[in-house]
């Protein structure tokens, strides 16, 4: 056993070679040749004493130990990545990575993004979409909106605005389906009726209508799109005030009465902690608080 570990040029060599089991396609990516990367995993291997690949077959693969040890140094070259780019990000090419909803990129912050550049022109804002949940470990990403409680231990969570769940639905819908404002939209009504969420098993709904079984029900991927389709009257969706004031304003949707849903919850600007140590974050979360206090209004 060596007193000191190997030398760090071995690890990238090692992941590459690991990952893609094969030292050809870990040459071609490493932009060296085969028998650069055997000799640099015989030397890895002969520092440590153990055998981190089975060459025996015919396709190449780790041993235990070589499970093992990659395992820690995948974490190693991620993070070295990871890194990498956020020094770029901060102290090279300002960069502010933002992954936000559909809806609030679609109907909030595209439509005042030079707002932002002319608030913060040294920073170059970039938005991304998605449903899934941001992973600040792996992805390079600064910062996110999500929607929830902020019950999100792991991440500094800053309240940006909270909402009311109501039902919506187009005027559309209401007339072919001979319903009007005054209709009380409880289970037994709701069970004739075309319902939109985000879950298959509408999870979205249960808290207020526990007994729901519509008669048919749409799933959309986002809630951009489930508001559209109410929107195109396909069917009753839950609505956020006041992020859909615009549509209501138009008369595109109209709200509904029916049993009141879960009002603790809302929009919540979220990254790794401590956020005060990033003042790009800072910048852009007061732009957006201040954003939303005109939205609201």
């Known amino acids: 056993m060596h007193a000191k570990a190997p030398p760090i040029q071995w690890l990238p060599v090692f992941e590459a070679a690991a990952r893609l089991c094969s030292f050809k396609k870990a040459a071609d990516e490493l932009c060296v040749t085969p028998p650069a990367i055997s000799q640099q995993i015989k030397a890895l291997e002969d520092y440590l004493g153990i055998t981190l690949f089975d060459r025996t077959e015919r396709r190449l693969k780790l041993t235990p130990a070589g499970q093992h040890y990659y395992l820690t140094v995948q974490q190693i070259i991620k993070m070295h990545v990871k890194s990498y780019y956020d020094l770029e990000r901060r102290f090279k090419n300002p960069i502010l990575q933002v992954s936000v909803p559909l809806y609030i990129a679609q109907e909030i912050l595209i439509p005042n993004f030079l707002s932002f550049r002319k608030r913060a022109p040294e920073i170059d804002l970039r938005l991304t979409t998605g449903s899934e949940l941001v992973d600040f470990d792996n992805d390079t990403v600064d910062a996110a909106i999500r929607f929830g409680d902020g ?13 009311t769940p109501i039902l919506v639905c187009s005027p559309k819908y209401l007339s072919e389906n001979n319903l009007n404002t005054e209709t009380y939209f409880d289970a037994s009504v709701l069970k004739k009726q075309v319902i939109i969420s985000l879950r298959e098993d509408l999870q979205d709904w249960q808290q207020a209508l526990p007994e729901l079984d519509p008669a048919d029900k749409i799933i959309c991927d986002s809630y951009f799109s489930v508001i559209k389709s109410a929107e195109e009257g396909l069917g009753i969706a839950i609505g956020l ?9 138009k008369n595109h949707l109209v709200p509904l009465s029916s049993p009141e849903f879960r009002s603790d919850v809302g929009y919540w600007l979220v990254a790794p902690k401590p956020i005060e140590d990033r003042p790009a974050i800072v910048l852009f979360y007061d732009w957006l608080a201040d954003l939303l206090k005109d939205f609201s209004a």
């Open 151 to 163: 019950n999100w231990p792991e991440l500094e969570c800053r309240p940006l605005l909270p909402v």
């Open 241 to 249: 005030l006041p992020i859909i004031n615009k549509s209501i304003g």
